[in-house]
């Protein structure tokens, strides 16, 4: 599976917008970006995912970029209960009916009030 | 609230015994998953399930095995328990769509003593 690079922490104040960086130089044309997040004490929780193309949620956005090899997560407004630890995983759904998840280390959010 | 009901959510056991977690998924999700969180090793994929058959196996020991049933729910087994098997287990359900997100349960938190 291709991995993903992201920062280990993160800070950001309370009501500001976040951009959470992911890097995946690796991609493949079959890789959906996926992005979890996990609050303290809870299991992941899906936030968004892209194949191309920009999407936007009720929960967040995520661009990608051009050549595919870097997205970032949007939050337009950061609140403590986005307090979490984000992951960026890369789903390969080329037909092989696997396709479960493999999550890295990824980023702990912490949100300054 | 994801759907997916893990039960206990807190089992307390004695090294060498055996114990059984299950899983309820989503109505109508077909597939489901089980991981692994320790302290030291993060998020670990062990196994999938689609529709009743085993679909990709992760880093699951042989003292653990696991099965879904025609009703879809799921039961993950664990035998010969050591005190590393001290973890929170998580399951997830997801869509029938190859892209379809996992929806994750609130966990068993297991304890060898």
């Known amino acids: 599976d291709a991995k993903t690079t992201q920062p280990n922490s993160m800070e950001s104040n309370e009501e500001e917008p976040v951009h959470l960086p992911c890097n995946h130089s690796t991609i493949s044309g079959t890789d959906y970006i996926h992005w979890y997040r996990q609050l303290p004490s809870q299991g992941p929780e899906y936030v968004i995912h892209?194949?191309?193309s920009n999407v936007n949620n009720r929960m967040a956005s995520l661009a990608i970029a051009e050549d595919r090899k870097s997205s970032t997560l949007i939050l337009h407004r950061a609140t403590l209960r986005d307090a979490a630890v984000y992951y960026c995983i890369l789903r390969d759904v080329a037909g092989t009916g696997a396709n479960n998840l493999f999550f890295g280390t990824g980023t702990r959010l912490t949100v300054i009030p | 609230d994801s759907g997916v009901t893990q039960t206990p959510k807190h089992l307390i056991t004695a090294t060498g015994q055996r114990v059984t977690l299950r899983c309820s998924p989503r109505?109508?999700?077909?597939?489901v998953y089980w991981y692994q969180q320790s302290l030291d090793q993060g998020l670990q994929f062990l196994i999938q399930y689609y529709n009743g058959e085993e679909r990709a196996k992760g880093n699951i020991l042989e003292r653990f095995s696991a099965q879904q049933f025609p009703d879809l729910h799921s039961e993950l087994n664990l035998s010969s328990l050591e005190l590393g098997d001290s973890a929170l287990y998580f399951c997830a359900s997801s869509g029938n769509r190859e892209s379809s997100p996992l929806h994750f349960g609130n966990g068993t938190r297991l304890t060898v003593t």
């Open positions: 892209g194949l191309t």
């Open positions: 109505s109508g999700d077909l597939s």
